[in-house]
Nanobody, 122 residues
Framework: QVQLVESGGGSVQPGGSLRLSCQAS????????MGWFRQAPGKERERVAA???????VYANSVKGRFTISRDNAKNTVFLQMNSLRPEDTAVYYC????????????????WGQGTQVTVSS
């Protein structure tokens, strides 16, 4: 019943920007923290950013100062604004919904989107 649909991925040159969106349905969106993850070929899945139901945020060190996670509760949508993109940002990016009643930095996620490809190259 829970569905998360990512969009906004694509190919950009180094230094470029992309904005990813994740549309959620099947849950009371305002009650859940949300996260963005990524997985590059040959590497383990990495949590890029997370945002609590109240708007508190946390970022991986590799993206601090470049990426911004935000949410629009009226639209049941979470965003990831990615600026100053680097080739090492190339990965499949996944949206995930956290477990209800759990702290947003707990690492507990119950539902995942299908992923969207981000490629940064010259």
């Amino acid at each position: 019943q829970v569905q998360l649909v990512e969009s906004g991925g694509g190919s950009v040159q180094p230094g470029g920007s992309l904005r990813l969106s994740c549309q959620a349905s099947g849950l009371t969106f305002t009650n859940y923290f949300m996260g963005w993850f990524r997985q590059a070929p040959g590497k383990e899945r990495e949590r890029v950013a997370a945002i609590s139901a109240y708007g508190a945020t946390v970022y991986a060190n590799s993206v601090k100062g470049r990426f911004t996670i935000s949410r629009d509760n009226a639209k049941n949508t979470v965003f990831l604004q990615m600026n100053s993109l680097r080739p090492e940002d190339t990965a499949v990016y996944y949206c995930a919904a956290g477990s209800k009643g759990v702290h947003y930095m707990s690492g507990s996620y119950d539902d995942w989107g299908q992923g969207t490809q981000v490629t940064v190259s010259s």
